[in-house]
């Protein structure tokens, strides 16, 4: 077999019958997503840009809507980087990861104000802007603009994974899995940027995590995790460690005129900048006191839990008065009538209202 490199696992040869295969597969059965464009259409890199970071960590399923919204909002990058960060992080509620929003909102206005509204076509210059890394910067510069990039993500390694029954547990794979992916990738300058959603496509719609289609998988033939029966179980995974448990108090506050009480959250930090219920310190043990602008705390006798990606969270539902003269600017709360309110909160603080409401 000769090799495309030293330690190479696939000839030259081989690696250009597994693109055709792939993308004859993709020109087939590709996902028909939002901010695909249509096959020999050029791809807008402000849209490709904002799905990308919306996809982080977040299901296609989950972002389509958003996209839309956003869209809808702020139709260019211009429109974006001239718009309030806290109407962004209200568009952004629920899809959590919230730095990511405020990253976005960053990045479009250094593309908007400093780049004459140009989004950088190499992965160097991309990954200098905000929110931007090595599997972000490769995605843009293949999609967008068309130029060979190693583009691996979750799809992509169990792909990988399974095609050369690569055992290594992840995430200590990782470095390999992408070094084998780059043999697909390397020097590609037809059509890298559907190279690189065939594989994502392939992994969403047939290789899937659990009973994959191997049957109807254009690799199959030569998949050795196929061939050694091994498909399913690949990629192996570390065994996860028991998250943290952390506790705290929310409270449901509200005034003569039937609004409820919210508080603005600090800039940074978790959920940094959106909006919530007013609530305790998060510990490691339950809340001994409540916080002073707090009167009459009610137990609701019932408890919310919430899994963030680092530590589960059990918050303690009491419904209560504000003290006298204890709320003041520095406090962040103002009064808001729910319903208007209630699109622009984080999904943990939308749960808990549900279990007020109970």
Known sequence: MTA???????????????????????????????????????????NVWLS?????????????????????LWPTVQDLAAAEQADVMAAWAGLGYYARARNLHKCAQIVANELDGVFPDTQDELRKLPGIGEYTSAAIASIAF???????????????????????????????????????????KERPGDLAQSFMDLGARLCIPKAPRCALCPLQTDCQGYQAGIAAELPRKTKEKTRPQKYGNIYWIINEQGEALFHQRAPKGLLGGMLGLPTSDWGTSAPQKHPVFVESPESCKTFVDYTFTHFNLQLHLYKAQVANNKLSEEDNMFWAAYKQTEAKLPSVFKKAFKGFQA
């Open 4 to 46: 495309t490199k030293t330690n190479s696992k696939i000839s030259v040869r081989e690696v250009a019958k597994y693109r055709g295969q792939l993308l004859t597969w993709y020109d087939q059965h590709r996902r028909d997503i939002p901010w695909r464009t249509k096959l020999g259409q050029v791809a807008d890199p402000y």
């Open 146 to 188: 068309n130029k060979p990039a190693t583009v691996v993500d979750g799809n992509v390694e169990r792909v990988i994974a399974r095609f050369f029954a690569v055992e290594e547990p992840m995430p200590r794979a990782k470095k390999q899995l992408k070094a084998l992916a780059h043999e697909f990738y390397d020097g590609f």
């Open 52 to 72: 990308e970071v919306m996809c982080q960590q977040t299901t296609v399923q989950a972002v389509k809507a958003y996209y839309l919204k956003f869209l809808v």
